[in-house]
């Protein structure tokens, strides 16, 4: 039967000599015979163990894990224990990683919108990403709010057109006003803006916020920290900041 030396087995296996010498300083290959110098020699056997413990460790199993296992009488009691576990680390790794990806893109693509790059750009784009979903909560709390005026409306003008009942929509029209400036003020209270310039988080006036030009994402106002007029990123308000909304 062929005997081979540290250096042929770590050849043969793909590894190095350190690797084979820590496998045996942590029991798990222990070679299968020593010479009268103290050389190690490993069998076919070991060869076989060898490639094993590899396998298991490409597929992310740690030492401790192997080590029981390959002491088990019956390792097939316990590999598919073993691998299940390994299977959901892996899974919680492989979400964190595409997390991590998903915010990486989308920081450089907000950057593409950046004039001045600095580093407070990349905080108020840092800030925005974190509010991403608060903000989005928000948003669908309104809409859904809304529907059930969305169907009174069209309900009052088919009951006005074809039947004549008119205070239907009236009745619809008081509704709907008293909803927009209930869920606005309720709105406001719960977003802030970032200044562009500054880079400050702020509250402004309900008044001044509601009757100001906006777009999806931004509001025009006016910075209370330095007095910048112009469009201010709009973010869910988290974190205490100063003003009265």
């Given at each position: 039967?062929s005997k081979y030396?540290?250096?042929?087995l ?5 590894v190095t ?8 300083t ?5 070679p ?6 103290g050389?190690r ?13 590899c ?9 401790e ?10 390792p097939?009691?316990?590999i598919?224990?073993l ?7 892996l899974k919680?790794e ?11 893109l989308?920081l ?5 919108s ?10 108020d ?6 509010n991403k979903?608060?903000l989005?909560k ?11 005026l969305?169907?009174?409306?069209w ?11 008119w205070?239907l ?9 008293s ?13 802030a803006y970032?200044?562009?310039?500054c ?15 906006h ?9 209370p920290?330095c ?19």
């Amino acid at each position: 039967m062929s005997k081979y030396t540290t250096g042929e087995l770590a050849k043969l296996c793909g590894v190095t000599v350190r690797t084979v010498q820590y496998y045996d300083t942590r029991g798990i290959l222990v070679p299968s015979e020593l010479t009268e110098g103290g050389r190690r020699l490993y069998s076919e056997d070991d060869v076989k163990r060898m490639r094993l413990i590899c396998f298991l460790r490409e597929l992310g199993l740690s030492i401790e894990a192997i080590r029981q296992l390959l002491s088990e009488k019956d390792p097939g009691s316990v590999i598919s224990l073993l691998l299940g576990q390994q299977e959901e680390t892996l899974k919680n790794e492989i979400g964190e990683r595409q997390e991590k990806l998903q915010k990486l893109l989308e920081l450089k693509s907000a950057l593409k919108s950046v004039r001045e790059f600095s580093l407070e750009s990349i905080g108020d784009i840092a800030y925005t990403m974190k509010n991403k979903k608060e903000l989005k909560k928000l948003h669908t709390t309104m809409l859904l709010t809304g529907i059930p005026l969305c169907v009174m409306q069209w309900s009052a003008i088919v009951l006005w057109i074809t039947r004549g009942i008119w205070w239907l929509f009236l009745a619809w029209a008081i509704a709907a006003i008293s909803w927009g400036i209930s869920i606005s003020r309720w709105y406001f209270r719960k977003t802030a803006y970032i200044c562009p310039q500054c880079h400050e988080v702020f509250k402004p006036s309900f008044k001044e916020a509601f009757w100001a030009r906006h777009t999806p994402a931004t509001r025009r106002l006016t910075c209370p920290f330095c007095g910048h007029h112009g469009f201010c990123v709009e973010v869910a308000a988290i974190e205490e900041v100063k003003g009265d909304a």
